[in-house]
């Protein structure tokens, strides 16, 4: 009976510690605690889609695809973009933020005065590819690949969350 008694202490112990660990064992392979849905909000490219006008530039940028003038409605959103490529802190330095346009699209004096304030970039797309249309803002690479983009609802929470994940991309 002593031999059992000394050592139920180091038993009990040992299994004292050793329980969270075949506890997360436990979590991890049955996959019980996995976060359900996606990592991005916005949605990620499965191809690789290459806008031959926006490969020039050496940073990342966030595009505006504006169909029309730009109005209200349009600067007013590109303002909420500029706030989100500010929130990114010492990291905006790494992004551009430009209005793509197709022409024959004509921008009055007034409003590319505006852009230039903000510092928004024009970009004249002369085609849209097929997988884009129906995006509103696009995410692209300094290669002129489009990584992701965004319906026409502008999700500025959303855009800021996915800038802030590829931040660490175009900052390493």
Known sequence: MKITKQFTLPILLALLFL???FAA???YKSGVMKQAGLVNKGQLLSTSVTVPELISTQKWQLLYVSSATCEKVCLSD???????RLA???RLYGLELSLGVKPPVELTAPVI???ATMDIKVKNLKQIPQELRGSQVWI???EGKVIMTYTD???PKAIYADLKKLSELWAG
């Open 19 to 21: 329980m969270p660990f």
């Open 25 to 27: 064992l436990w979590s």
């Open 78 to 84: 590109l303002d909420t973009l500029a706030r989100v």
């Open 88 to 90: 990114l802190g010492r």
């Open 113 to 115: 005065h505006q852009l």
């Open 140 to 142: 692209v690479n300094k």
């Open 153 to 155: 609802s502008l999700q």
